[in-house]
Nanobody, 122 residues
Framework: QLQASGGGLVQAGGSLRLSCTSSGRTISTDTVGWFRQAPGKERALVAAGTWSDGTTYYADSVKGRFTLSRDSAKNTLYLQMNHLKPEDTAVYYC?????????????????WGQGTLVTVSS
């Protein structure tokens, strides 16, 4: 089970850190990713990481502003989001894929957290 948290309301230019904690399943060997879904839009990959070889992926829209990290001892994945923009407003989901390669589409991930809302005001 994945539990996402850390969303909230922030002004443009601000920062948030999202957390995704896995209970009952270790994520140290999986591929983990953060997706977001804005109203009326499809769920899209924001960032993903394959810890077995350190491969990471960031969507162009967040590159240089968002950073993935993890705490293996806590079985937790983080998404640090800096310099937030109104267009980052969405529900953010963490997801796990039990294959050690980046998956770019939501259907490639089998385990999902419940989503956390990020709202960036202008």
């Amino acid at each position: 089970q994945l539990q996402a948290s850390g969303g909230g309301l922030v002004q443009a230019g601000g920062s948030l850190r999202l957390s995704c904690t896995s209970s009952g399943r270790t994520i140290s060997t999986d591929t983990v990713g953060w997706f977001r879904q804005a109203p009326g839009k499809e769920r899209a990959l924001v960032a993903a990481g394959t810890w077995s070889d350190g491969t990471t992926y960031y969507a162009d829209s967040v590159k240089g502003r968002f950073t993935l990290s993890r705490d293996s001892a806590k079985n937790t994945l983080y998404l640090q989001m800096n310099h937030l923009k109104p267009e980052d407003t969405a529900v953010y989901y963490c997801a796990v894929r039990s294959i050690s390669s980046i998956g770019y589409y939501h259907y490639e991930y089998g385990y999902w957290g419940q989503g956390t809302l990020v709202t960036v005001s202008s």
